[in-house]
């Protein structure tokens, strides 16, 4: 089966600039996870889907972060504007009904800020 | 919420020896506690999991330990090997209702030849 696609890989821009990541989750899967990891740490949620609608968002920060997850497949996450601290990999991962318990992550986004 | 201490965030071990990683946990409604793999470069990968109503897990060389009293569990891993090498997340989360595991901060795991 096909896995977790996100992209871009990589994306270099300069702060202040606006800056979009997409992921295609596992067909069938109806969860979907965005997550941050920043160098040498853990990844640490920002928004959770469950179908198309978005069940725990506390951890995105809404002043500069946006999501969507239209039809309850695929999802963009948004930053505008981006700043340094922004800098990080973004994960995307998804998890099917009976077996929520086990994520399928994404190659992830590596971000960076300049 | 949730809050996963992970030890120790660098282990480094001759080829054939064992690893052990230490994970604790706060919120005693965790039922649920995965172990991940990330590759330099890679994707996390699940490797193993345990659930609270069991002690002990074990799948070939690697096994996970759970003491639900003391609010830890722990990933074993025998006989390592050097593609053991990676980065190793323990996460917690309660199962049913909102699932959302919570990530230890990783142990790097280097295994000399």
């Known amino acids: 089966e096909a896995g977790v696609v996100q992209s871009p890989r990589y994306k270099i821009i300069e702060k202040k600039q606006p800056v979009a990541f997409w992921c295609n989750p596992i067909s069938g899967h109806n969860t979907l996870y965005w997550y941050l990891q920043n160098l040498g740490q853990g990844p640490e949620l920002l928004i959770r889907y469950e179908n198309e609608e978005a069940v725990d968002d506390s951890q995105l920060p809404k002043d500069r972060f946006s999501a969507e997850r239209l039809k309850g497949v695929d999802s963009t996450l948004k930053i505008q504007p981006a700043e340094l601290g922004d800098s990080a990999v973004y994960l995307c991962a998804s998890s099917i009904r009976d077996r929520e318990g086990e994520l399928f992550f994404g190659e992830g986004s590596r971000l960076t800020v300049l | ?113």
């Open chain 2, 1 to 113: 919420g949730e809050n996963v201490e992970q030890h120790p965030s660098t282990l480094s071990v001759q080829e054939g020896d064992s690893a052990v990683i230490k994970c604790t946990y706060s919120d005693s409604a965790s039922n649920y506690f995965p172990w991940y793999k990330q590759e330099l470069g890679k994707r996390p990968q699940l490797i193993i999991d345990i659930r609270s109503n069991v002690g002990e897990k074990k799948d070939q060389r690697i096994a996970v330990t759970l003491n639900k009293t003391a609010k830890h569990f722990s990933l074993h891993i025998t006989e390592t090997q050097p593609e053991d090498s990676a980065v190793y997340f323990c996460a917690a989360s309660p199962l049913g209702g909102s699932y959302i595991p919570t990530f230890g901060r990783g142990t790097s795991l280097i295994v000399h030849p």
